[in-house]
């Protein structure tokens, strides 16, 4: 119930390409889905999020798509440069009164790394 | 804005030995915290929930009395790993949360510890 499912477990695009990287979830009570960069030996940087009451949020050339039936949520990167070569995580979090202790807390998805080739 | 520190970076210790990683939010005030540890090309698996002025609430699984958590001021909370053995090497990071009613989550860079 609090897993998040994460897809490709890879991805190789050229530059210029669309990256797009999928999640799932099952647990209802998500109510804030982030998504994070990470570079090898660092910390994640938080570099988008969505809350279930919007479809598409878009920032620069980061955008998510956000299906709420369908339990689902994507990150789609535009024209991809080698600088986005990085490990992607999805995340979701539920809302506050939702099981109690557990509103802020980030579950997180297995992780894509993402290869742009020049 | 939201930056979060971390020290040491990085640590190597002896079988046996304790050590303390601290995570510091450099310019807001965090009334919660969140350890991570996070293998090598794994996820991040949360460890324990840090609130300032009370106990820390751990995950299952994490040892309480093995990782101790101290959340002493709403800009520092330390993470203890006592009595280190190898299989303790790991990835850890803090993140700190803006506020009671915000879900955005900071994280530092990171602290990696060897047991050896």
């Known amino acids: 119930q609090q897993q998040v499912k994460q897809s490709p477990q890879s991805l190789i695009v050229q530059k210029g390409g669309i990256s797009i990287i999928n999640c799932a979830y099952e647990n209802t009570a998500f109510d804030y889905f982030p998504w994070y960069q990470q570079f090898p030996g660092k910390g994640p940087a938080l570099l988008i999020a969505i809350r279930p009451d919007v479809s598409e949020k878009k920032e620069g050339r980061f955008t998510i798509s956000f299906n709420k039936s369908a339990k689902q949520f994507s990150l789609h990167i535009m024209d991809s440069q080698p600088g986005d070569s990085a490990t992607y995580f999805c995340?979701?979090?539920?809302?506050?009164?939702?099981?109690?202790?557990?509103?802020?807390?980030?579950?997180f998805g297995q992780g894509t790394i993402l290869t742009v080739h020049p | 804005g939201a930056v979060v520190s971390q020290h040491p970076s990085w640590v190597i210790c002896k079988s046996g030995t304790s050590v303390k990683i601290e995570c510091r939010s450099l310019d807001f005030q965090a009334t919660t915290m969140f350890w991570y540890r996070q293998f090598p090309k794994q996820s991040l698996m949360l460890m324990a929930t840090s609130n300032e002025g009370s106990k820390a609430t751990y995950e299952q699984g994490v040892e309480k009395d093995k990782f101790l958590i101290n959340h002493a001021s709403l800009t520092l909370s330390t993470l203890t790993v006592t009595s280190a053995h190898p299989e303790d090497s790991s990835f850890y990071i803090c993140s700190a949360r803006i506020g009671q009613g915000s879900f955005e989550q900071y994280f530092g860079p990171g602290t990696r510890l060897t047991v050896t």
């Open positions: 995340a979701a979090s539920p809302r506050a009164g939702a099981g109690g202790t557990s509103y802020g807390k980030l579950t």
